[in-house]
């Protein structure tokens, strides 16, 4: 059982902060029918990166002014938007928010956090997950929520590791 716990903390899976929770892994969400931009709000990463949304350079991580703001149009309740981190200092991999599954390691790269009217959402920089500090290029999204991610690689992981645990139990 302590083996499992270990994994489960190593996954970042069991850090419970108080009040709003970034979510790994959820999409940002449309709320409302209208208007959606992004703010930058820094980053404290030693590699260079981007953040593009479709084909639109938003923001270089150690470029831009924080509190840069891009307006990206009109949207319908409930439309995903995806948001992509490409690393500059790594190849130009590219990772994008939501559950991971299109990204080069398979693993969700991004945090999303729910506010009173938007979202804070912060990248992981590093291939495999890195150090999960989810601060390596951070801004703000308005008139969205974070989705309920649907299960991921860590979620399905931490279900084989219970299981596990249940049977050594029964021993
Ligand atoms: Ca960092
Ligand atoms: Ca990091």
Redesign the pocket.
């Known amino acids: 059982m302590k083996r499992v716990l270990t994994a489960a903390l190593a996954l970042g899976l069991l850090a419970a902060p108080a009040a709003a929770v970034p979510i790994v892994g959820a999409d940002v969400v449309v709320a409302s029918d209208g208007a959606v931009s992004a703010i930058f709000d820094g980053?404290?990463?030693?590699y260079d990166s981007e953040i593009w949304f479709g084909a639109t350079l938003l923001f270089q991580n150690h470029l831009t002014s924080t509190g840069a703001t891009v307006a990206l149009g009109s949207f319908n309740t409930g439309d995903v938007l995806t948001f992509v981190l490409k690393v500059l200092s790594d190849g130009g991999r590219t990772y994008a928010t939501g559950n991971g599954a299109g990204n080069p390691d398979g693993l969700a790269h991004a945090a999303v956090e729910a506010f009173d009217g938007y979202t804070k959402v912060g990248f992981?920089?590093i291939y495999g997950g890195g150090?999960h500090?989810y601060?390596?290029a951070m801004f703000t999204v308005t008139n969205t929520v974070p989705s309920v991610p649907l299960p991921a690689a860590g979620v399905l992981m931490l279900a084989g590791l219970g299981a596990l645990g249940a049977m050594k139990r029964k021993r």
Not at 43 to 46: I, L, N, P
């Open positions: 980053s404290d990463a030693g992981e920089d150090d500090d601060n390596d």
